[in-house]
């Protein structure tokens, strides 16, 4: 009987799935997804207590080309005729600025206030999208950015310390580099294939990341290597799940959901590394949760008026 519910388990789970809404299953894929990326930051603050960080980054993309190769096969034409090729280096350039600094700091400040700094993602695509794009910033949404802002302000909460002030630092960053990539893949999805895309961000950080990772080799034991290799194989699931959360959910929707991430820092930082947020740390999460879920409340708020 226990082979039998083993064997019936997953089905159970895809049949259920499939039961879902379209807006639920891309909210329950966009919740994976970001529960994977914060155990992806767990890893790699375990791991850089003895391997570099160029290493470890070295590792990620290692597994995410393997990964990839049969996808960089069967598109082999697009991949040796990029139509976008100074995009491309700008966005290579944007990944490998942010994965860097992002695992430099979740490796030296609390977990919370790393993942934090991270949503300042979302300000900076609000500034380089309104120049480099063209977009049009709404009164709403320089709202929600300023409430989010405020938000990540209690949770971080700065202080003169030097050693804060600079992961501080490298912590926004890293939020800039992530918001170029995410510009620049906006830019070419126009006219550039994902495996493209994926492809050449994998090939080419790991590149950049093989002297510095060669200059401090360390050999990892095996824990450390199976350690590695899970960096790599969760990160491109993690990308997988998230990228297929918007093919079921709207945008707006998928992406308010990425703040669940500060929920999942504040609970494994608890438990895992003994952080406790004060207070005001609390609020701040609160605060930030909040400004995501302004435009979905508003958006169905103006639906119900119109609808009237």
């Known amino acids: ?13 895809t049949s259920y799935f499939h039961s879902l809404s379209a807006p639920t299953k891309g909210i329950t894929l966009a919740l994976i ?5 914060i155990l992806v930051g767990v890893i790699v603050r375990d791991l850089s207590q003895t391997i570099d960080i160029f290493q470890i980054l ?8 393997a990964l990839l190769v049969p996808s960089i096969v069967s598109s082999w034409q697009a991949m040796t005729h990029p139509k976008m090729p100074m995009m491309h280096a700008m966005r290579v350039t944007g990944a490998f600025i942010a994965l860097y600094f992002s695992f430099l700091t979740v490796s030296n400040i609390p977990f919370a206030d790393a993942t934090a700094l991270g949503f300042m993602k979302v300000l900076f695509v609000a500034i380089i999208s309104r120049s ?9 949404r320089i709202i929600t950015i300023i409430i989010g802002f405020i938000g990540v302000l209690l949770v971080v909460q700065p202080t003169m310390d030097s050693n804060s002030l600079f992961y501080i630092g490298t912590g926004l960053v890293a939020a800039l580099g992530a918001a170029v990539a995410v510009i620049c893949v906006r830019k070419m999805s126009v006219v550039e294939s994902k495996v493209v895309v994926l492809a050449y961000q994998a090939i080419f950080v790991g590149l950049v990341t093989l002297i510095p990772s060669i200059l401090a080799w360390q050999w990892p034991t095996i824990t450390e290597l199976t350690l590695l290799v899970l960096v790599g194989v969760i990160s491109s699931i993690g990308q ?21 991430q500060m929920i999942y820092s504040m609970l494994l930082g608890y438990f895992l590394f003994s952080e406790l ?11 930030i949760i909040i400004s995501a ?7 169905k708020t103006l639906k119900n008026r119109l609808s009237k």
């Open 132 to 140: 480099f794009l063209s977009e049009t910033v709404g009164t709403q």
């Open 277 to 287: 947020p004060n207070t005001l740390a609390l609020g701040g999460a609160v605060i």
């Open 293 to 299: 879920l302004i435009p979905f409340v508003f958006r």
């Open 1 to 13: 009987m226990s082979n039998l519910k083993t064997f019936l388990a997953p089905q159970l789970i």
């Open 240 to 260: 997988w799940f998230g990228v297929t959360a918007y093919k079921w959910g709207e945008a707006n929707v998928v992406s308010n959901v990425e703040y669940s």
């Open 58 to 65: 070295l590792f990620r993309q290692l597994v995410f080309v």
């Open 33 to 37: 997804s970001n529960a994977l990326f």
